[in-house]
Nanobody, 123 residues
């Protein structure tokens, strides 16, 4: 098993930036693909981005492509989500998740989840 803890959320003005972190403990972190998902009030959880276990492959939702960047440091057991040019539509609880199977966009493919961190973007 792997335990995940997100941090770095907060309140930011539109056009600003935040960097989220997802720190892992437990099992061998470098063997897990990691995804970021978000859920806004009244909406379903949606895929944001993912990175393969070795960091070579990354995938992004169209809505964040060019603004968000995912990266990982396996030596620190941490995945980062750099978010730039934030808009109010990015307001949500952001979750990181882990799985060993595939670098997937589907939340159902992920076995382990963090508790989430709130990101609020004011206009």
């Amino acid at each position: 098993q792997v335990q995940l803890v997100e941090s770095g959320g907060g309140l930011v003005q539109a056009g600003g930036s935040l960097r989220l972190s997802c720190a892992a403990s437990g099992d061998t972190f470098s063997t897990y693909h990691i995804g970021w998902f978000r859920q806004a009030p009244g909406k379903e959880r949606e895929f944001v981005t993912s990175v393969s276990w070795g960091g070579r492959s990354t995938f992004y939702a169209d809505s964040v492509k060019g603004r968000f960047t995912i990266s990982r440091d396996n030596a620190k057991n941490t995945v980062y989500l750099q978010m730039n040019s934030l808009t109010p539509e990015d307001t949500a609880v952001y979750y990181c998740a882990a799985n060993r199977g595939v670098t997937s966009r589907r939340s159902s493919d992920y076995e382990y989840w963090g508790q989430g961190t709130q990101v609020t973007v004011s206009s």
